[in-house]
């Protein structure tokens, strides 16, 4: 059974064999005399934690590890031999003559498949596992006391850290303990990801991908790390940051340590901290990172500040301005920020202070726990390549310096808690902060409520020049439309870089107003032959300017009431809003009754035009569909969260989404769309206005709209364009069902890929195409509570990461709209009549 007993050159008394083993004498303890084979395992004086082989997931491979011994669902926590496993159940765990702790194949012992690398001056050692996880290794000399630890798996974990374990140098050894991810769920082997200490300037937590910084918990700042604000004093765990000569470590204690929490980093490359809920029988996870898409290291480049709600998720400093503008408004943020203007070095420099924020990455900072706070101010202010400061520890007052001489990486904001930056500006920069923080506008609390009210206000006012403008005619004209200008002036200078936290850099986005004559010469008179289509308001025609320019022009309906009112909303609307995804508005024209609205002309018409015409749709293939959501998907994102207020359209359908001719979705008519404050959340309405088929149940039916009636309209836009077929068309087999419920019935029943526009002949990954239409029917769910924002949309359809389920979608409204099963709904159809519904043409 050994044929190289004789050859088994550093194996004391090895007696291992399925056979004739002898069991541990004490149950935690294993001596040289002693080995565990497979099967057996030794379990900790308080049962805490086991260790013995194990396959993980549907691997058949075997490892020696640790887990928690108490709970019933296998969580392993430690692995020896984790890229050197057994292929079978021969395994064997043992003492060598040389002390070392060994794990090989009972067939060759002399080959282990994994071994310590310790020396030892004497041969009675022992392993044992302690309550806490850590199996040690003991040197008894010669008084064999077992107290002298030569070794123990604390010193080098896997991927998990428990409470007692250092995470961290030992400066003198050298030795690093890191956590490293296992590969896969059913591999424990070294995978990609690795959270440990960076000693560079001020100490840092970071998870890595390979050698590239993932995620940045960040430096000390004294009681917690930066880049994690609710990470407050517990009452579950301590937690301790040691820096000192010898070691720079931290650890954490439980206070009771009979409940289960520890932090591991998972093989999709996030740190959690699990803890056992005994009550329900499995793990919850209640810290994870990264969390949102700020928290990825350097978001938004150099100089950039990443927030998560409401408003663009990057941000320049102020002071700075993008160094790549078309790519930073297009979202690409990654290039970052510059300043806008060259620092004076000495010279009416100063520093703001920005508050609530995860401080910079301080690898390139200088740190001196003496210096106070001023005198790290005038310490940074002589040495012009300073560009910020904060203070060490944040105890108290503030003390201590922390110096950054270089470009600031990584800042986000938090919604609560974070930490000061102090941020070196130019003169200009520093009196106009001073200047907004005296002004009128010094409580920030009061800004959006403020501005909102002003631009309402305006609205109001402007509605009413309309009003007078209508009534008096000729020789007015000229200066109600000065007027116009200027109002519009006033919009886009004052109040929108009011609304705008950040220094405007007053680019000004006036907008040319268009003779009615140059109009008539590009359209040759509206001439039929150049109509393009027909919108809720009007007609819309190709036009050429005399330079050859091509152009739509909407021109809208002289008896249209709401024309009015959609004129000047789209015309302020769509003014400010630049993003690739959106139509762009050249200029406008208004003279008497007519009211023009000049675009960009997109040849390739609108995406109804394609996606519903039978011949026309085989020219989309699977890429190109894909392209044309994703596309859409931003835009819409852009008017919810990245635009610098938050606008709802209430009209997305396929004939509102135009096509350029490299056939790039741009979103159109704002006719309808509706501003939103920064943080409210949802308008009532009494006149509800849009597209059947595209309707939210509870916009509809209550005249609700938010942001997730338009996620709602999206979601059926995306199954039309993979389905080919309109949401309000009949279904041959069920009357009574939309493209909706026939997409909810097909992926109850796991056959979501037939709904599939046959064009498109299978020229597809199924797991993509299945997953976009899991995004469809997530965004078409009846629960609007339940649908998704449109970041989550992008993350969904651009990642591979599980995705929630859907629930039941809003499958009654088709059906009350149409005035069928009304009475069966349970809804009733008493609610509708509450609302006056206009339903618009779809052109
Ligand atoms: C140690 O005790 C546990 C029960 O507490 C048992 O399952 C295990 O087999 C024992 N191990 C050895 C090596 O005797
Ligand atoms: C184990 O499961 C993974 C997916 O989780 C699969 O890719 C792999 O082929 C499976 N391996 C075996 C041996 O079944
Ligand atoms: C595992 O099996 C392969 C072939 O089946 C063999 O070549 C290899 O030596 C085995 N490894 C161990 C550690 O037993
Ligand atoms: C074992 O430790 C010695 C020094 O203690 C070192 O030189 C050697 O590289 C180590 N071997 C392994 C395989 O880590
Ligand atoms: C190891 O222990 C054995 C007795 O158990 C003894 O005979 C031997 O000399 C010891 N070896 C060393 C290196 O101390
Ligand atoms: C950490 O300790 C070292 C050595 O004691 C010291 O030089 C360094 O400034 C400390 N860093 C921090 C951030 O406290
Ligand atoms: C520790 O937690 C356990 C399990 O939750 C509980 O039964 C016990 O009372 C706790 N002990 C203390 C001292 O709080
Ligand atoms: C900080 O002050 C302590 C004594 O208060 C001194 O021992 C230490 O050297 C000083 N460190 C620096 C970096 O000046
Ligand atoms: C500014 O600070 C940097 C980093 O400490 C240093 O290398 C440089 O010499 C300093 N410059 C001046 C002018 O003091």
């Not at 056959?751 to 995004?775: K, P």
Request: hydrophobic fraction near 35%.
């Amino acid at each position: 059974m050994f044929p190289h007993t004789c050859l088994c050159f550093l194996l004391f008394q090895f007696y291992a064999s399925a056979a004739s083993t002898s069991t541990a004498s004490s149950n935690d303890t294993l001596t040289p005399t002693e080995s565990i084979i497979d099967g057996q395992i030794i379990v900790s004086a308080g049962n805490n934690y086991a260790l013995g082989f194990f396959s993980p997931g549907n691997s058949s491979y075997r490892y020696l590890g640790i887990w928690f011994h108490k709970i019933p669902e296998t969580t392993v926590v430690w692995v020896a031999n984790r890229d050197n496993p057994l292929n079978d159940s021969s395994g064997v765990v043992s003492l060598a003559l040389d002390g070392n702790l060994i794990v090989s194949s009972s067939s060759d012992q002399r080959h282990p498949l994994w071994s310590t690398n310790v020396s030892i001056s004497s041969n009675t050692t022992a392993m044992k596992l302690l309550n806490s996880g850590n199996l040690i290794l003991y040197d008894g000399g010669k008084s064999g006391n077992m107290n002298k630890v030569l070794w123990q798996s604390f010193d080098h974990p896997t991927h998990m850290y428990l409470p007692g374990m250092k995470l961290g140098f030992n400066k003198k050894t050298g030795l690093n303990r890191v956590l490293i991810s296992w590969r896969s769920k059913n591999d424990p082997g070294r995978g990609i990801y690795s959270y440990r200490f960076d000693r560079r300037g001020s100490p840092q937590q970071f998870l890595y991908k390979g050698s590239a910084p993932l995620y940045r918990a960040g430096s000390w700042n004294g009681q917690r790390f930066t880049g994690i604000p609710q990470m407050t004093q517990s009452y579950l765990f301590s937690y301790e940051f040691v820096n000192t000569s010898d070691e720079l470590y931290t650890i954490y204690e439980m206070y009771n340590s009979s409940i289960f929490s520890p932090i591991v980093l998972d093989d999709s490359g996030a740190v959690h901290r699990m803890t056992w809920i005994e009550k329900n029988r499995q793990w919850s996870i209640f810290y994870s990172a990264p969390n949102d898409r700020c928290d990825y290291y350097g978001h938004c480049g150099a100089y950039g500040s990443c927030r998560t709600v409401n408003t663009a998720e990057c941000d320049c400093l102020p002071g700075f301005q993008p160094k790549s503008p078309t790519d930073w408004y297009l979202t690409e943020w990654s290039d970052g920020c510059v300043r806008k203007r060259t620092l004076g070095c000495g010279k009416g420099d100063g520093f703001l202070k920005l508050a609530g924020l995860k401080l910079p990455d301080t690898s390139i900072s200088l740190v001196n726990k003496n210096l106070s706070l001023n005198e790290c101010k005038r310490g940074c202010l002589n040495n012009c390549s300073c560009t910020a400061y904060a203070p060490a520890d944040i105890t108290g007052e503030g003390s201590g310096c922390v110096a950054w001489f270089g470009n600031l990486m990584d800042i986000r904001y938090f919604s609560e808690g974070g930490d000061h930056l102090f941020l070196r500006v130019d003169a200009v920069e520093l009196a106009a902060q001073a200047r907004k923080d005296k002004g009128f506008f010094h409580n920030k609390g009061k800004v959006a409520i403020l501005t909102v009210s002003l631009v309402v206000g305006l609205l109001l006012f402007m509605a009413s020049g309309y009003g007078l403008l209508e009534k008096r005619k000729g020789s007015m004209e000229k200066r109600q439309r000065r007027r116009m200008i200027l109002s519009f002036d006033f919009i886009t200078n004052e109040k929108f870089s009011a609304m705008n936290e950040l220094e405007d850099n007053g680019t000004n986005l006036e907008l040319p107003f268009i003779e009615l004559d140059v109009v008539v010469a590009a359209t040759e008179n509206f001439s039929p032959s150049n109509k393009l289509g027909e919108g809720g308001f009007g007609v819309v025609y190709k036009g050429r300017l005399s330079n050859g320019k091509e152009i739509a022009v909407k021109r809208l309906s002289k008896n249209s009431g709401q024309g009015m009112e959609e004129f000047k909303n789209e015309l302020i609307l769509i003014a400010r809003l630049q993003h690739r995804n959106l139509v762009r508005l050249l200029g406008y024209s208004l003279q008497e009754e007519e009211k023009m609205l000049i675009y960009e002309y997109m040849p390739n018409k609108s995406l109804d035009y394609f996606i519903f015409d039978k011949n026309k749709r085989s020219l989309l293939d699977w890429r190109k569909r894909f392209e044309i959501i994703m596309g859409i998907a931003r835009g819409v994102l852009y008017l919810h969260e990245d635009s610098r207020l938050r606008i709802i359209h209430r009209d997305l359908k396929a004939s509102n989404v135009l096509l350029d001719k490299e056939m790039i979705p741009k979103i159109s008519d704002f006719g309808m769309a509706r501003i939103f404050g920064r943080d409210q959340i949802q308008a009532n309405t009494n006149i509800v206005v849009g597209t059947y088929g595209y309707m939210s149940p509870e916009y509809a039916m209550q005249g609700l709209f938010s942001i997730k009636s338009d996620v709602f309209s999206f979601g059926v836009l995306l199954l039309e364009i993979l389905s080919g077929k309109k949401n309000n068309e009949y279904f041959d087999e069920d009357p009574s069902m939309n493209l909706i419920g026939h997409v909810w019935e097909l992926w109850k029943e796991d056959r979501v890929l037939e709904i599939v526009d046959s064009t498109m002949a299978n020229n597809y990954l199924a797991h993509e195409v299945s997953r976009c239409i899991q995004v469809g029917l997530l965004c078409v769910q009846e629960s609007a509570l339940d649908r998704p924002t449109m970041t989550s949309v992008i993350f969904m359809l651009g990642n591979e990461k599980k995705m929630p389920t859907p629930n039941q979608p809003s499958l009654i409204i088709n059906r009350i709209l149409r005035g069928q099963d009304s009475s069966t709904t349970g809804t009733g159809s008493s609610s509708v009549n509450e609302v006056t519904i206009t339903v618009l043409d779809p052109r």
